[in-house]
T-cell receptor
């Protein structure tokens, strides 16, 4: 079975540009999570969805960040406008249900110049 | 107090050694517990769930003490391939604001050397 799929794997952009990260969760998983990881702050939960509905977006750093999940097999995380401090690895993860562990995608390494 | 706290590490052990990691969590209503491993520049991968009765998977043994809010991971007969960062992870309580949400410890780095 395919795991969580993320694209692109690497993104280099200039400050002020819009960045869109994409995620396809494991089929049948009801929960989807977006994380950001940096050396300084570790792994941070940005937002998560249950059955395509955003449940907790308290980790979204500011209004420049937005996330959508239009259907059960696709989610996007958008940064507009991007800033150098947004440089990080962004992971998407999904889980079957509340009690289960999460399975992570390979991540998108974002560099904002 | 952090929600999930782990041994600061790093741990540097020879092949064949036994190594133990400890973790404490602050939310007594937490429902699920896990250990993840993360290799350098890779995604975290689920290593094992942790059950109250304790559970074993090959060389790995996980224990949970709900009364003390304490989780442990024991690795026996360490291999070079066990070198990674080990993350203690706790799931939020059902019905609470952290429903479905995982909280990760800061991780403990393990290096197994020849």
């Amino acid at each position: 079975d395919a795991g969580v799929i993320q694209s692109p794997r690497h993104e280099v952009t200039e400050m002020g540009q819009e960045v869109t990260l994409r995620c396809k969760p494991i089929s049948g998983h009801d929960y989807l999570f977006w994380y950001r990881q940096t050396m300084m702050r570790g792994l941070e939960l940005l937002i998560y969805f249950n059955n395509n509905v955003p449940i907790d977006d308290s980790g979204m750093p500011e209004d420049r960040f937005s996330a959508k999940m239009p259907n059960a097999s696709f989610s996007t995380l958008k940064i507009q406008p991007s800033e150098p401090r947004d440089s990080a690895v962004y992971f998407c993860a999904s889980s079957l249900d509340y009690y289960s562990g999460q399975f992570f995608g390979p991540g998108t390494r974002l560099t904002v110049l | 107090r952090k929600e999930v706290e782990q041994d600061p590490g790093p741990f540097n052990v020879p092949e064949g050694a036994t190594v133990a990691f400890n973790c404490t969590y602050s939310n007594s209503a937490s429902q699920s517990f896990f250990w993840y491993r993360q290799d350098c520049r890779k995604e975290p991968k689920l290593l094992m769930s942790v059950y109250s009765s304790g559970n074993e998977d090959g060389r790995f043994t996980a224990q949970l003490n709900r009364a003390s809010q304490y989780i442990s991971l024991l690795i026996r007969d360490s291999k070079l391939s066990d070198s990674a960062t080990y993350l203690c992870v706790v799931n939020g309580n059902a019905g609470g604001t952290s429903y479905g949400k995982l909280t990760f410890g800061q991780g403990t780095i393990l290096t197994v050397h020849p």
